[in-house]
């Protein structure tokens, strides 16, 4: 494991600055609004862990949380100046609630908006924003929008909204 944790940082020897800045940004990052939405879009405890882990458990590598911490930067301005959704999906999955200092798991509506941009050349990214029930939208993921494909060119980046 050690092993391993060195070969990260050799890969990505800012991982702890771009983590650090990461986590200062998002802490003051609050709300924005969103001109499709028309409400604003919280930045909450739920989208810092997603930037972390994939699910409950499930931790990210470190090259995918060095991806998504470094253009987390970009999610308030992608989130404020989008007047378009790309993507829309909507499920009904079990969350966890809180109520009466208990966490339980309940069924509901579960919305994913899915805004893309290209912010300068070459830098197209996806944030992810996601409804549960009749809470505010809040940020859950963002995501480089190309990645290089087998043959060397682009690849579009997209799978499931929950993981991304």
């Not at 499920?91 to 300068?120: G, M, P, Q, W």
């Not at 549960?132 to 190309?146: E, H, K, L, M, Q």
């Amino acid at each position: 494991m050690e092993g391993q944790e060195n070969k990260n940082i050799a890969r990505w020897p800012d991982f702890e600055k771009v983590k650090k800045e990461a986590e200062e940004f998002y802490s003051q990052a609050g709300e924005v609004l969103n001109p499709y939405l028309e409400r604003k879009v919280v930045f909450n405890a739920k989208g810092r862990e997603h930037l972390k882990f994939k699910s409950h458990g499930k931790a990210r590598s470190s090259g995918d949380q060095y991806e998504r911490l470094k253009l987390l930067k970009y999610a308030p301005e992608v989130i404020r100046l989008s007047r378009t959704v790309q993507g829309f999906s909507r499920v009904k999955k079990f969350e966890i609630n809180r109520s009466n200092h208990r966490n339980e798991k309940i069924l509901t509506d579960v919305v994913y908006y899915e805004f893309v941009a290209v912010l300068r050349e070459r830098l197209r990214v996806r944030v992810v924003v996601k409804e549960i029930g009749s809470a505010p939208p809040f940020f859950w993921s963002i995501i480089p929008f190309w990645k290089k494909g087998k043959c060397g060119g682009p690849k579009i980046n997209y799978g499931n909204p929950e993981e991304d």
